[in-house]
């Protein structure tokens, strides 16, 4: 079946600083790649996305290219900030008569001033 | 994309009791997820809402447990029944229904059982 391994957190880094989330992931046909974000108390908001080999996702300074021979999706961010921290989970969604999506754990990110 | 509603947004409750969870989009869609986040933890599917048909509940979840309507396209409850502590998570209803869009997502029902 579907299955979304992420980088284990928390992460902590200082404000300013370089961010990599690694994700693989295993999945019949060619799924559909999505990181999500969830603030404090808040609920999930997409935060990019990538549906073919070799896309490009990005928003916010956020960026995740879709690796089919790798079967990765590691989110980047080439400086953080504070109101970056948050919880990234990385999901993806294989089609099928469901169209249900299969998330990863999760990484807690806490960026420092 | 659309526009969800979900309340109430967190309570409180004793356990033995049931609590129903109230999702409103502002479009007409045919798919709704509900989902569980138990602490710490990532999401869960626990059904998938179809309207004018049953539910389709995930391994682990079922129907008497989690009584889900879907009365039309724009609306579906939740019904936690028979409360315990272990119920104690996040609730969040998504709709979607397309594979490469994102899926949009209420802001959850932070669920506490004492």
């Known amino acids: 079946g579907d299955s979304v391994t992420q980088m284990e957190g928390p992460v902590t880094l200082s404000e300013e600083a370089f961010l990599t989330i690694n994700c693989t992931y295993t999945a019949t046909g060619y799924p559909s790649l999505f990181w999500y974000v969830q603030y404090p108390g808040e609920g999930l908001q997409l935060l990019l996305k990538?549906?073919?080999?070799?896309d490009k996702g990005s928003n916010k300074g956020f960026e995740a290219t879709y690796r089919k021979e790798t079967t990765s999706f590691h989110l980047e961010k080439g400086s953080v900030q504070v109101s970056d921290s948050a919880v990234y989970f990385c999901a993806l969604n294989s089609g099928g008569s469901n169209y249900k999506l299969t998330f990863g754990k999760g990484t807690l990110l806490t960026v420092n001033p | 994309s659309a526009v969800i509603s979900q309340k109430p947004s967190r309570d409180i409750c004793q356990r033995g009791t049931s609590l129903t969870i109230q999702c409103q989009v502002d479009s007409q869609v045919t798919m709704m997820f509900w989902y569980r986040q138990q602490p710490g933890q990532s999401l869960t599917l626990i059904a998938t809402?179809?309207?004018?048909?049953?539910?389709?509940?995930e391994s682990g979840f079922v129907i008497d447990k989690f009584p889900i309507s879907r009365p039309n396209l724009t609306f579906s409850t939740l019904t936690v029944s028979n409360m315990s502590p272990e119920d104690s998570s996040i609730y969040l209803c998504s709709v979607g229904g397309v594979k490469d869009y994102g899926y949009t997502f209420g802001s959850g029902t932070r669920l506490t059982v004492v």
């Open positions: 809402a179809n309207q004018g048909s049953e539910a389709t509940y």
């Open positions: 990538a549906t073919k080999a070799d």
